[in-house]
T-cell receptor, first 114, second 117 residues
Framework: GENVEQHPSTLSVQEGDSAVIKCTYSDSASNYFPWYKQELGKRPQLIIDIRSNVGEKKDQRIAVTLNKTAKHFSLHITETQPEDSAVYFC?????????????FGPGTRLSVLP | DGGITQSPKYLFRKEGQNVTLSCEQNLNHDAMYWYRQDPGQGLRLIYYSQIVNDFQKGDIAEGYSVSREKKESFPLTVTSAQKNPTAFYLCASIPAGTGIPGANVLTFGAGSRLTVL
């Protein structure tokens, strides 16, 4: 089955700096890669996603890149702000005979220091 | 709560007791999922269901059971066979299969925190 690894597990940056979180996946059949942000005590919320037929996607300060050959994808946050502090999860989505399944990475705790 | 309601928010259980966590959605989504969240381990899939009266085991189904009698409801029972049930449980749903814009975006409930005393 699919296995998703995520690094680093914790990340501290100064406000205004960039943050990068990297994930790798194992199943070449995975075709959808979302990123979720979870603030303390709240539910995960989608911040950006990318499909396997796209190499890069950007939404304001957030961007995601995908390298299908190497089976890795990354989240880039520029000009970080204190409100970016949260746990970020990557995931790999694959369609099997039953339906759509998602495998999550273990998460990265991002702290943006003022 | 974003169309998915989980209850209760907090639950305490004595060892040996079964408990049922409720998940109701009014989004008309076809597929529903139950995840368990433990610190440092991300979200692990317990069960998922694509249609009514059908569901599949996820990676950590042992000690759990589900039902899908209605499209909008997907309750999870944590049985006494689950050896370490203390965790945060998240229910989620998506509209339909691939090819439909927005179909892959998981919508999560607010979660239920279960503590075994």
């Amino acid at each position: 089955g699919e296995n998703v690894e995520q690094h680093p597990s914790t990340l501290s940056v100064q406000e205004g700096d960039s943050a990068v979180i990297k994930c790798t996946y194992s199943d070449s059949a995975s075709n959808y890669f979302p990123w979720y942000k979870q603030e303390l005590g709240k539910r995960p919320q989608l911040i950006i996603d990318i499909r396997s037929n796209v190499g890069e996607k950007k939404d304001q300060r957030i961007a995601v890149t995908l390298n299908k050959t190497a089976k890795h994808f990354s989240l880039h946050i520029t000009e970080t702000q204190p409100e970016d502090s949260a746990v970020y999860f990557c995931a790999a989505g694959v369609s099997d005979n039953y339906g759509q399944n998602f495998v999550f990475g273990p998460g990265t705790r991002l702290s943006v220091l003022p | 709560d974003g169309g998915i309601t989980q209850s209760p928010k907090y639950l305490f259980r004595k060892e040996g007791q079964n408990v049922t966590l409720s998940c109701e959605q009014n989004l008309n989504h076809d597929a529903m999922y139950w995840y368990r969240q433990d610190p440092g381990q991300g979200l692990r899939l317990i069960y998922y269901s694509q249609i009514v009266n059908d569901f599949q085991k996820g990676d950590i189904a042992e000690g759990y059971s589900v039902s899908r009698e209605k499209k909008e409801s997907f309750p999870l029972t944590v049985t006494s066979a689950q050896k370490n049930p203390t965790a945060f449980y998240l229910c989620a749903s998506i509209p339909a299969g691939t090819g439909i814009p927005g179909a892959n975006v998981l919508t999560f409930g607010a979660g239920s925190r279960l503590t075994v005393l």
